[in-house]
């Protein structure tokens, strides 16, 4: 069965960078995700695909301060020059007869 | 540019069946894509419920498959949700999206979700 593991929480100050990481199990290590921002008491917002070899397909309007990586079973998000309005749960998806999500990762910024 | 509304009722009584229409606007729901619904109950994580394909082909959670329907309406641009025999664990924001890629698919675009209260 294929699940995304995502830690539970990351900050980082304003300004500085955080890594975000969203773990394939075993078997799926090759397969591309998708990672969607939730501001709070908002919907979420498609981020960008990213594939196993590290490219990746941004939304319209999304900042260049977000990126994204992988290595492995690992697909990052990472977010450079951290802003407010950044402080969101953060959610990688991928597919496996229907979609699947990860447990998410809350980003607050101090 | 594309974009979905969800809308429908937002009290469902429990035992009732749950309905809700999402509206697409900017792209033909015949041209493409699989359009889907995920749910995200209160200050928890989201979870998929199914989709449809252009040609409307549904696909749907195996965990709620005995529950729900998703359908389509083309001369709307409209596809749609019922779930039944609702209980208060189905309280839930619902999310109408669209599904882009091949052999992978992720949403590329999402509404902006529709509170559902089952409650009698």
């Known amino acids: 069965q294929l699940v995304l593991t995502q830690s539970p929480s990351a900050s980082a100050s304003l300004g500085a960078s955080v890594k975000l990481t969203c773990t394939l199990s075993?078997?799926?290590?090759?397969?591309?995700i998708a990672w969607h921002q939730q501001q709070p008491e908002k919907g979420p917002q498609y981020l960008m695909r990213?594939?196993?070899?590290?490219?990746?397909i941004k939304g319209d309007g999304v900042p260049d301060r977000f990126s994204g990586s992988s290595s492995g079973a690992e697909r990052y998000l990472t977010i450079s020059s951290l802003q407010s309005e950044d402080e969101a749960d953060y959610y990688c998806?991928?597919?496996?007869?229907?979609?699947?999500f990860g447990g998410g990762t809350k980003v607050t910024v101090l | 540019q594309v974009q979905l509304q969800e809308s429908g009722p937002g009290l469902v009584k429990p035992s009732e069946t749950l309905s809700l229409t999402c509206t697409v606007s900017?792209?033909?729901?015949?041209?493409?894509?699989?359009w889907g619904w995920i749910r995200q109950p209160p200050g928890k994580d989201l979870e998929w419920i199914g989709n449809?394909?252009?040609?409307?082909?549904?696909y749907y959670s195996p965990s709620l498959k005995s529950r729900v329907t998703i359908s389509a309406d083309r001369s709307k641009n409209q596809f749609s949700l019922k779930l039944s025999s609702v209980t208060a664990a189905d309280t839930a924001v619902f999310y109408c999206?669209?599904?882009?890629?091949?052999?992978?698919?992720?949403?590329?675009?999402w509404g902006q979700g529709s509170l559902v209260t089952v409650s009698s």
């Open positions: 999206a669209r599904i882009s890629g091949s052999g992978m698919y992720y949403i590329d675009c």
């Open positions: 900017g792209y033909s729901i015949s041209s493409g894509y699989y």
């Open positions: 449809i394909d252009h040609i409307g082909t549904a």
């Open positions: 075993s078997g799926h290590t090759n397969y591309a």
């Open positions: 990213l594939n196993s070899d590290g490219s990746h």
């Open positions: 998806q991928t597919w496996d007869n229907g979609g699947v």
